[in-house]
């Protein structure tokens, strides 16, 4: 009996033993492969935005959008664009306005452009508020996805900042001057594309936060370059490009009216004194006679 408790107990012995090594094994081999990935894991970038196992990332859509539009007086509707755009957020980079080139002509010569950046919500709005100015004859609106090239500028820029504080690291523990030197040079080569990738994704966030349009303000009755695109556009053309020759032609008749006027007294007075010259011949041949 107490034979059997013995071996009883050495055997409960043993199992203890074992699954204490086994045990230990365990957490020694976890703790290798814990301090393994970190090492790995130190210095690389942080996970990008869209790759597996992250949500979605917000689109990046860059807009770009133009517009004609036909109005009474370029000038003053490039005035209104400019009132519209900075009530919307935006402001005007570009403004050009030619005055018509003679005054004769009636306007047809005046133009005004602008170049616009209104926030990528309030494009739609500036769109429609254009319609209040005149006729809005073309409006083009461009969109392109640029989420890749984003994700891809803060991946790089995200490797670009670990690596430029790793050497950072180094230059802290230098031992050497040449060591020194050859983190210095390196930092500054990475602080050189950081700056450039920053830039970049800088005009990027602009230009998806921002879009452009473009406005081209012409007067009634002006073709627009190459022509109408259809029978209703070539009607309308046609029609105010009547009514701004009218309006013309009256100018032309004001102006010149005051000149027929002298010319009309000055013709009737030579025509009265012929008229009284031959009187005086007619009655002076007979007594000749």
Do not use: N, Y
């Not at 290798?32 to 790995?40: D, K, Q, R, W, Y």
């Not at 807009?63 to 009132?83: I, K, L, M, N, W």
């Amino acid at each position: 009996m107490r034979r059997s408790i013995g071996t009883a107990t050495v055997v409960l012995s043993l199992g203890l033993l074992a699954g204490c090594t086994a045990s230990s094994d365990s957490s020694s081999g976890a703790s290798a492969a814990a301090e393994s990935f970190a090492a790995a894991d130190v210095g690389a970038p942080a996970l990008a935005p869209g790759v597996p196992g992250e949500a979605a990332p917000d689109r990046q859509v860059v807009q770009t959008a133009t517009a004609t539009v036909a109005v009474d007086d370029p000038s003053a509707g490039a005035q209104r664009v400019s009132e519209l755009v900075e009530a919307a957020g935006g402001r005007v980079e570009e403004r050009r306005e030619q005055a018509a080139a003679t005054e004769e002509d009636g306007g047809g010569g005046a133009t005004a452009d602008l170049v616009v950046r209104v926030p990528a919500d309030a494009l739609t709005g500036v769109l429609a508020d254009l319609e209040d100015l005149g006729d809005v004859e073309a409006v083009a609106v461009s969109r392109s996805d640029v989420t890749a090239t984003a994700i891809d500028l803060d991946a790089r820029i995200s490797a670009l900042q670990t690596s430029a504080a790793r050497l950072q690291g180094l230059m802290d523990g230098a031992t050497t001057t040449e060591a020194l030197l050859a983190a210095e040079k390196a930092l500054s080569e990475r602080q050189s594309q950081l700056e450039q990738l920053q830039s970049q994704r800088a005009t990027l966030v602009d230009q998806v936060q921002l879009s452009t349009l473009s406005v081209q303000l012409r007067p009634f009755g002006v073709a627009p370059v190459g022509g109408p695109d259809g029978f209703l556009e070539a009607v309308g053309t046609g029609w105010r490009a009547l009514l701004t020759a009218l309006a013309a032609a009256f100018v032309v008749l004001g102006v010149v009216l005051p000149w027929l006027g002298v010319a009309a007294l000055l013709t009737a007075g030579v025509l009265a004194l012929l008229k009284l010259v031959r009187r005086r011949t007619a009655a002076e041949a007979p007594v000749q006679g």
